[in-house]
């Protein structure tokens, strides 16, 4: 297989992540900002965390719920409208070319995203809001680098004198694992993927949990909360977000043809089938 090659523009021509310029997608992805960042709220993620944590929505392999995500096209996505199957093998196959002997990285990448299951009504039916779209730390002030920052005036976590300045309520280096990060697909399948019986080494459920903490991995804020557990890990962040992004095509991935393979890699890495979601 040769090597993944990062295109130079998105599927319509334009720059990956240009939040800023007009495009078809444009304001649909801005109105999705809007409301996710008046929404997230440090007392909105816990109770998130109460109502899916439990895990009583459904037993189901991990294929199963990729086909699940047939449905769906991911309205804070700039660079892709394809239904999110598509982005997950579009990934997996990118990772596989520039690291054949990872198998774990591949299902990562076949898996990172499962997550926005909680679309499904089976799943809660949660709004994308709570759902997609970059994360970010609640509990602490919100940072310029965020997508679409503007909107945080709205959100009444910036007036709560016990999250707006300083550290909020973090201790410096106390570990990414305290903090309370704004409540989305990211999340709720590391939650998932601890909870249940699963192989994959800790680098993948740590990209898992921070693939979209875009204002960590592209822009190098609240790395003061860092531990040396995450520090550790960062750098496989890094390295699979080059094919979490540019990998978004419209050049569809052959479903049927791919599905063996990944098949064995469940297999290999879920010796339980029944996953508890
Ligand atoms: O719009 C995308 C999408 O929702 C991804 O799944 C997420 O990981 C990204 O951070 C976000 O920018
Ligand atoms: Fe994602
Ligand atoms: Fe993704």
Redesign the pocket.
Known sequence: MQAFEKPGANAFGHEFREYNKESERSSGVESFYKINHTNQTYDFAMEMRKKHLVLDKAVMGIWECCELLNEYV?E??PDLDEPQIEHLLQTAEAIRKDHPNEDWFHLTGLIH?LGKVLLHPKFGEEPQWAV???TFPLGCPFSKSIVHSEFFDRNPDSRDPRFNTGNGVYELGCGLDKIVMSWG??EYLYQVLKRNDCNLPPQALFIIRY??F?ALHRAGDYKQFMDDFDREMYPWLEEFNKY?LYSKSKVRVDVEAAKPYYLSLIDKYFPNKAIKW
Request: no cysteine; charged share 45%.
């Open positions: 991911d804070s996505d995203d997609v779209g970059d697909h990211d693939h979209s875009y979490d």
